[in-house]
Protein backbone atom coordinates (compact mmCIF):
# COMPACT_ATOMS: atom_id res chain seq x y z
CA UNK A 1 0.00 0.00 0.00
CA UNK A 2 1.22 3.85 -0.73
CA UNK A 3 2.41 5.69 1.67
CA UNK A 4 2.93 2.68 4.61
CA UNK A 5 6.63 1.77 5.18
CA UNK A 6 7.26 -2.05 6.29
CA UNK A 7 9.35 -3.47 8.70
CA UNK A 8 11.22 -5.66 6.92
CA UNK A 9 14.20 -6.41 8.41
CA UNK A 10 17.76 -5.30 7.48
CA UNK A 11 20.34 -7.39 4.82
CA UNK A 12 23.03 -8.90 7.02
CA UNK A 13 25.23 -6.15 4.97
CA UNK A 14 23.61 -3.62 6.62
CA UNK A 15 23.70 -5.03 9.87
CA UNK A 16 27.48 -5.97 10.17
CA UNK A 17 29.05 -3.54 8.23
CA UNK A 18 28.65 -1.14 11.46
CA UNK A 19 30.26 -3.66 13.49
CA UNK A 20 33.72 -3.58 13.99
CA UNK A 21 36.66 -6.69 14.97
CA UNK A 22 39.33 -5.86 17.15
CA UNK A 23 41.97 -5.35 14.33
CA UNK A 24 39.90 -3.18 12.94
CA UNK A 25 39.05 -0.67 15.99
CA UNK A 26 42.90 -1.32 17.00
CA UNK A 27 43.37 0.59 12.54
CA UNK A 28 40.93 3.07 13.27
CA UNK A 29 42.39 4.09 16.84
CA UNK A 30 45.95 3.72 14.91
CA UNK A 31 47.30 1.69 18.17
CA UNK A 32 47.46 -2.17 19.69
CA UNK A 33 45.10 -4.80 19.20
CA UNK A 34 46.53 -5.07 23.28
CA UNK A 35 45.26 -1.18 23.69
CA UNK A 36 42.27 -2.14 22.06
CA UNK A 37 41.84 -4.76 25.03
CA UNK A 38 43.07 -2.82 27.60
CA UNK A 39 40.35 0.17 26.49
CA UNK A 40 37.57 -2.52 27.31
CA UNK A 41 38.61 -3.01 30.99
CA UNK A 42 38.27 1.02 30.78
CA UNK A 43 34.79 0.84 29.34
CA UNK A 44 35.10 0.82 26.07
CA UNK A 45 31.46 -0.54 24.12
CA UNK A 46 31.39 -3.70 23.06
CA UNK A 47 29.51 -6.81 22.41
CA UNK A 48 29.80 -10.30 21.91
CA UNK A 49 28.53 -12.49 19.44
CA UNK A 50 28.90 -15.89 20.64
CA UNK A 51 32.32 -15.79 21.29
CA UNK A 52 33.37 -13.15 18.84
CA UNK A 53 33.79 -9.78 19.94
CA UNK A 54 32.57 -6.73 18.03
CA UNK A 55 32.38 -3.26 18.64
CA UNK A 56 29.83 -0.95 16.96
CA UNK A 57 31.38 1.74 15.25
CA UNK A 58 28.88 4.68 16.08
CA UNK A 59 29.83 3.57 20.39
CA UNK A 60 33.39 3.76 19.58
CA UNK A 61 32.89 7.08 17.68
CA UNK A 62 31.04 8.37 20.72
CA UNK A 63 33.10 6.55 23.85
CA UNK A 64 36.32 8.64 21.89
CA UNK A 65 34.39 11.84 21.95
CA UNK A 66 33.28 11.48 25.40
CA UNK A 67 37.43 10.67 26.73
CA UNK A 68 38.54 12.91 24.33
CA UNK A 69 41.51 14.95 26.41
CA UNK A 70 43.24 18.16 25.27
CA UNK A 71 46.40 19.31 26.17
CA UNK A 72 46.54 23.00 27.93
CA UNK A 73 50.17 23.30 27.07
CA UNK A 74 50.42 23.10 23.34
Do not use: I
Not at 21 to 27: K, P, R
Not at 45 to 66: I, M, N, S, T, W
Request: charged share 25%; hydrophobic share 35%.
Amino acid sequence: MKGMETNTPPTQTQTTENLWTVDQVATYLRCTVRHVHNLLRTGLPHLYLGRLLRFDADEVRAYLLKHRRVRSDV
